[in-house]
Nanobody
């Protein structure tokens, strides 16, 4: 089992930045693909960013390309999502998730989930 705990969410003005963290326990994350999802009120959850176990390959949804960066520190068992130039449409609950690293990078089926952290961007 992998336990994931997100942190770093909050209320920010548009144009500002936030850095989300996802700390894992139970197992080392080094063999897992890690993803960040978000869910806005009244909308379906969407995949935002992915990083493969080696850290050598990443994926971003088009709406965040050039603004968000996913990274991982396997020694700290932690994954990050640096979010710059935030927009009101980035508002939502952000979830960290883990899965075994195989298959297309944009797969949305994940095995382990955190409880989520709220990000609110005001205009």
């Amino acid at each position: 089992q992998v336990q994931l705990v997100e942190s770093g969410g909050g209320l920010v003005q548009a144009g500002n930045s936030l850095r989300l963290s996802c700390a894992a326990s139970g197992r080392t994350l080094s063999t897992y693909r890690m993803g960040w999802f978000r869910q806005a009120p009244g909308k379906e959850r969407e995949l935002v960013a992915v990083i493969r176990s080696s850290g050598g390959s990443t994926y971003y949804v088009d709406s965040v390309k050039g603004r968000f960066t996913i990274s991982r520190d396997n020694a700290k068992n932690t994954v990050y999502l640096q979010m710059n130039s935030l927009k009101p449409e980035d508002t939502g609950v952000y979830y960290c998730a883990a899965r075994i690293d195989y298959g297309p990078i944009d797969l949305i089926i994940y095995d382990y989930w955190g409880q989520g952290t709220q990000v609110t961007v005001s205009s």
